[in-house]
């Protein structure tokens, strides 16, 4: 063979190990950037979840905290009361304002619904003299009067009628 062909031929041959000795460094490079990438957002990934799992626990440390600050509030007032499991539940639904919540809602409830509302005074109703005789009889006589406008309203706002052993409603 002659020597320049030779000499052509490891030009060559160079020239493509040398280009392939680039494409090779190239993608290492890009391997390394690449694998730097997944490394940087592992990282972050797991400084996002470190923080939420710290969150977490603070969270439920904060809850065990509260739940027992609150089981000595609750122990203190029973003890306060006498051991009364009545009277704290009491306490606590009327300092918890329960009982104004209760009210909003009914009031809620029947507005504009213009109810028809009777009120007695005592079982003797209005105008009863408030002499104290009669004792019992008067009491019960007092029931009996305060029947027909109770069974009046009743009819009125449901349309029931009263069965007929109780009595009838009178027309006035």
């Known amino acids: ?14 020239k493509k190990q040398k280009a392939a000795e680039a494409i090779l460094y190239e993608k290492e490079k890009e391997a390394e950037a690449q694998k730097a990438t997944a490394e940087a957002t592992f990282y972050a990934r797991q400084q996002v979840a470190d923080g939420e799992l710290y969150a977490k626990q603070k969270e439920a ?13 609750i122990r203190t ?10 009277a704290l539940r009491d306490y606590l639904m009327i300092n918890g304002g329960m009982y104004q919540e209760i ?14 509302i009777t009120i007695w ?4 109703g209005v ?6 005789q009669g004792g019992a009889m008067k009491e019960v006589a007092g ?30």
């Open 77 to 86: 007032l029973l003890g306060a009361l006498g051991g009364n499991y009545g």
């Open 127 to 132: 105008g009863d003299g408030g002499d104290g």
């Open 143 to 172: 029931v009996y009067k305060m029947l027909p406008p109770l069974f009046n309203t009743v009819h009125e706002q449901t349309g029931m009628l009263p069965p007929t052993w109780m009595g009838k409603i009178t027309e006035s």
């Open 103 to 116: 009210a909003k809602i009914n009031g809620e409830a029947v507005k504009g619904l213009q109810p028809k």
């Open 61 to 73: 440390e904060g809850l065990v905290a509260l739940a027992q600050a609150q089981g000595t509030y």
């Open 121 to 124: 005074t005592g079982a003797g």
């Open 1 to 14: 063979m002659c020597p320049k062909i030779v000499q052509e031929a490891n030009w060559e041959l160079y």
